[in-house]
């Protein structure tokens, strides 16, 4: 039988690390070249899953990225694969074609409050700007100093609550073909969500926000913002919000319109007022602006255990580029870097940012025990398969979307403006429609999204690049894939 060496078979995040990842399925007494020495992996290792590569005494932890992940329940030698309770039931649920170990050789590491040591903790200083950054440019739509700068040119048809988003799809169906015969415009489309549609919402503000970022995007050229006028958020109340928050509403071509009349009679009214304004916005011209003009906001979902070593590192260095260019990144998902607290505070700005940023990741964990449910149950089965064994090793992963050379400046509630450059932290579900929804809020003119099992995600007006980890999963999906992080997987540079 061939011995293979542990580089052509498995990736190790970081120097140090005690486990790898399979990058290929291994079957039981695969032969791996481990630093000069030969060994023999004891059952099979699926793609994904990790495997021991030094020995592993009783009580040590398992390590990536230098972290610790989890705990061996017993002596570990290197080519031993790694199982906690939880994958093995989620394999068995799989119903896999190999024999599996009867039981676990590592406990999950325990999700304790991360205590931070103030007295140790130091502020960073600023990511460094590159030399000459106004020299590299992109075409943007110049929106005026309080707007920013859009990388699209759309018309949104914006629902205040759910009552009116069926109505809004039905504009923008109608709307299409009008849409096409105007070629300086990117879309006619619809803003609809399940809000608001049943009594005072818990989340007014919330949602008054977020409606109130989407208005003021710079990818909008035009707005129509329909209710009904007896909803729980009307577009008064909006109206009222953004003055009273400072929003540049009448730096945005908009109308608040209140549909009283028959649905198609208002749908002719809608039709004619968006019909009115499509020369004007057409007529929008692309000029070449600063990358400071980009805000990216970072996003994965249907990850894999490839996510925190090809896709998110990747993410990561694009963030990492635009942030030296004095522009800005949306770091998100609370729920998703529980675990990796320590990571994410590595390099901070100060106390203050660092504490915000703890209070958030508490104040989660506290609605969701209000629940009766813990951070713990967070990875899906999904997640599991493809090789993510606990919330532990899926937030490292996660958090490998801000790059370690990148100061976390900024910590923000869920959709609030970011107004300066920089690395933010904003406080959102890890649900991913719902977080890219609060970093479109925010300011992000176009966002990465990462996957590993190649979910599709999107948003009507703001570009969102699609990553996806490996090169087999490219492949059957290439047409609906931007990137392949799978790449550097095969012996590509990162870079």
Same mark, same amino acid.
């Given at each position: 039988?061939?011995?293979?060496?542990?580089?052509?078979?498995?990736?190790?995040?970081?120097?140090?690390?005690?486990?790898?990842?399979?990058?290929?399925?291994?079957p039981?007494?695969?032969?791996?070249?481990?630093?000069?020495?030969?060994?023999?992996?004891?059952?099979?290792?699926?793609?994904?899953?990790?495997?021991?590569?030094?020995?592993?005494?009783?009580?040590?932890?398992?390590?990536?990225?230098?972290l610790?992940?989890?705990?061996?329940?017993?002596?570990?030698?290197?080519?031993?694969?790694?199982?906690?309770?939880?994958?093995?039931?989620?394999?068995?649920?799989?119903?896999?074609d190999?024999?599996?170990?009867?039981?676990?050789?590592?406990?999950?590491?325990?999700?304790?409050?991360?205590?931070?040591?103030?007295? +140790?903790?130091?502020?960073?200083?600023?990511?460094?700007l590159?030399?000459?950054?106004?020299?590299?440019?992109?075409?943007?739509y110049?929106?005026g100093?309080?707007?920013?700068?859009?990388?699209?040119?759309?018309?949104?048809?914006?629902?205040?609550?759910?009552?009116?988003?069926?109505?809004?799809?039905?504009?923008?169906?109608?709307?299409?073909?009008?849409?096409?015969?105007?070629?300086?415009?990117?879309?006619?489309?619809?803003?609809?969500?399940?809000?608001?549609?049943?009594?005072?919402?818990?989340?007014?503000?919330?949602?008054?926000?977020?409606?109130?970022?989407?208005?003021?995007?710079?990818?909008?050229?035009?707005?129509l913002?329909?209710?009904?006028?007896d909803?729980?958020?009307?577009?008064?109340?909006?109206?009222?919000?953004?003055?009273?928050?400072?929003?540049?509403?009448?730096?945005?071509?908009?109308?608040?319109?209140?549909? +009283?009349?028959?649905?198609?009679a208002?749908?002719?009214?809608?039709?004619?007022?968006?019909?009115?304004?499509?020369?004007?916005?057409?007529?929008?011209? +692309?000029?070449?602006?600063?990358?400071?003009?980009?805000?990216?906001?970072?996003?994965?979902?249907?990850?894999?255990?490839?996510?925190?070593?090809?896709?998110?590192?990747?993410?990561?260095?694009?963030?990492?580029?635009?942030?030296?260019h004095?522009?800005?990144?949306?770091l998100?998902?609370?729920?998703?870097?529980?675990?990796?607290?320590?990571?994410?505070?590595?390099?901070?700005?100060?106390?203050?940012?660092?504490?915000?940023?703890?209070?958030?990741?508490?104040?989660?964990?506290?609605?969701?025990?209000?629940?009766?449910?813990?951070?713990?149950?967070?990875?899906?089965?999904?997640?599991?398969?493809?090789?993510?064994?606990?919330?532990?090793?899926?937030?490292?992963?996660?958090?490998?979307?801000?790059?370690?050379?990148?100061?976390?400046?900024?910590?923000?509630?869920?959709?609030?403006?970011?107004?300066?450059?920089?690395?933010?932290?904003?406080?959102?579900?890890?649900?991913?429609?719902?977080?890219?929804?609060?970093?479109?809020?925010?300011?992000?003119?176009?966002?990465?999204?990462?996957?590993?099992?190649?979910?599709?995600?999107?948003?009507?007006?703001?570009?969102?690049?699609?990553?996806?980890?490996?090169?087999?999963?490219?492949?059957?999906?290439?047409?609906?894939?931007?990137?392949?992080?799978?790449?550097?997987?095969?012996?590509?540079?990162?870079?």
């Amino acid at each position: 039988m061939t011995t293979l060496n542990l580089n052509d078979v498995s990736r190790v995040p970081a120097l140090g690390d005690n486990t790898a990842i399979a990058t290929r399925r291994l079957p039981s007494e695969t032969r791996l070249l481990i630093d000069g020495v030969e060994t023999v992996t004891d059952v099979t290792v699926l793609e994904g899953h990790r495997f021991a590569i030094a020995p592993i005494r009783a009580g040590e932890a398992l390590t990536s990225w230098g972290l610790p992940f989890g705990y061996a329940l017993r002596d570990i030698a290197p080519g031993s694969y790694l199982h906690n309770a939880r994958m093995l039931e989620a394999l068995r649920l799989r119903h896999v074609d190999f024999l599996l170990p009867s039981t676990p050789n590592f406990r999950d590491t325990a999700l304790e409050p991360f205590v931070l040591d103030e007295a +140790r903790l130091h502020p960073a200083l600023p990511t460094p700007l590159l030399p000459d950054t106004s020299q590299r440019t992109f075409d943007g739509y110049d929106r005026g100093l309080r707007r920013g700068i859009g990388t699209r040119n759309y018309v949104v048809i914006l629902a205040t609550t759910s009552r009116t988003s069926s109505w809004a799809r039905a504009l923008e169906e109608r709307m299409a073909d009008v849409a096409a015969r105007h070629p300086g415009i990117d879309g006619i489309v619809a803003v609809s969500h399940t809000e608001g549609g049943a009594g005072a919402p818990n989340n007014r503000d919330l949602l008054l926000r977020t409606l109130a970022g989407f208005t003021v995007h710079p990818n909008v050229g035009a707005v129509l913002i329909v209710d009904h006028g007896d909803e729980a958020v009307t577009g008064s109340m909006l109206r009222d919000y953004m003055r009273a928050h400072g929003y540049p509403l009448d730096d945005v071509r908009r109308r608040f319109v209140t549909i +009283r009349s028959t649905f198609e009679a208002d749908l002719q009214q809608g039709a004619s007022l968006v019909e009115g304004w499509l020369p004007a916005v057409a007529a929008a011209q +692309r000029t070449p602006q600063p990358l400071s003009a980009l805000k990216l906001g970072l996003q994965c979902g249907g990850s894999d255990a490839f996510s925190g070593v090809s896709g998110n590192p990747l993410a990561a260095w694009a963030a990492k580029a635009i942030v030296q260019h004095g522009g800005a990144s949306n770091l998100a998902e609370t729920d998703e870097l529980i675990g990796a607290e320590q990571y994410v505070l590595a390099n901070v700005k100060d106390i203050d940012t660092a504490r915000s940023f703890l209070n958030a990741v508490e104040r989660f964990k506290e609605r969701v025990a209000w629940h009766g449910h813990t951070a713990e149950g967070n990875p899906t089965g999904g997640n599991l398969y493809r090789g993510l064994y606990n919330i532990a090793i899926k937030s490292i992963g996660a958090a490998m979307k801000r790059h370690p050379d990148v100061r976390l400046d900024h910590v923000i509630d869920y959709a609030e403006p970011m107004n300066e450059p920089g690395c933010y932290f904003m406080d959102s579900p890890g649900n991913d429609l719902e977080s890219i929804a609060g970093q479109v809020a925010s300011g992000s003119n176009f966002l990465l999204f990462v996957t590993g099992n190649g979910s599709i995600t999107n948003f009507p007006f703001v570009p969102t690049i699609k990553i996806v980890t490996t090169t087999e999963r490219y492949t059957l999906l290439g047409r609906d894939m931007d990137v392949n992080a799978g790449a550097y997987l095969d012996g590509a540079p990162l870079d």
